[in-house]
């Protein structure tokens, strides 16, 4: 998703046709809350309400501790993953913890039919500068008050050689059968 700040852009990702979160990319790249019950982990940035989101790692958990971290909640200000400054003559400045980023685990809390779940979603803003987000994929646990653990349920793509090897297998079976 690209954005600018004359021509922002937005995702809004709905978890079981619920609004659970909106991405958005324009000044900065943010996530926002549907709902004061949905967070997402971060570190308090100012005194204004304002956050990062922080990066979590495969493996990390995510649930009610929040990895350690803080839930953030506020659907007005969003948590901040990306954002260019004008830094003047000492050039751009950048702000956010996924800044750079290839890859990297947002953790997530969300509300539904009044219970708590966990999920994460793994994103990359790996273009300093460049107001723009990737989605990779997420998952999410489906019991209540369960928590996940970063990457868990994820479906790891097929490497080359299981393609080339699961392919010549179906052309031998159909060589065979003529």
Known sequence: M????????????LINGQPAF???????VSIYPASSLNGVIGIAADQFGGNNAVPLVAGQEI????????????????SLLTATFD??????????????LESGYLGLEFQQNGQTYYGWV???????GLEAVWLYD???????????F?????????????????????FWLVRKRL
């Not at 830094?87 to 750079?100: A, D, H, K, N």
């Not at 990457?151 to 090897?165: N, R, S, Y």
């Open 122 to 128: 793994r994103v990359g803003t790996p273009y300093a």
């Open 150 to 170: 970063a990457g868990e349920g994820e479906v790891p793509e097929p490497g080359t050689f299981a393609l080339l090897l699961v392919s010549g297998a179906a």
């Open 22 to 28: 909106t991405f958005t990319a324009g000044n900065g």
């Open 87 to 100: 830094g003047g003559p000492e050039g751009p400045l950048y702000e956010g913890y996924f800044t750079g």
């Open 2 to 13: 690209f954005g600018t700040y004359t021509s922002p852009a937005g995702y809004n990702w």
């Open 138 to 148: 997420y998952a999410y646990e489906t019991v209540p008050n369960t928590p996940i």
């Open 63 to 78: 649930g009610p501790d929040a990895a350690g971290y803080q839930w953030f909640t506020s659907p007005t200000f969003g």
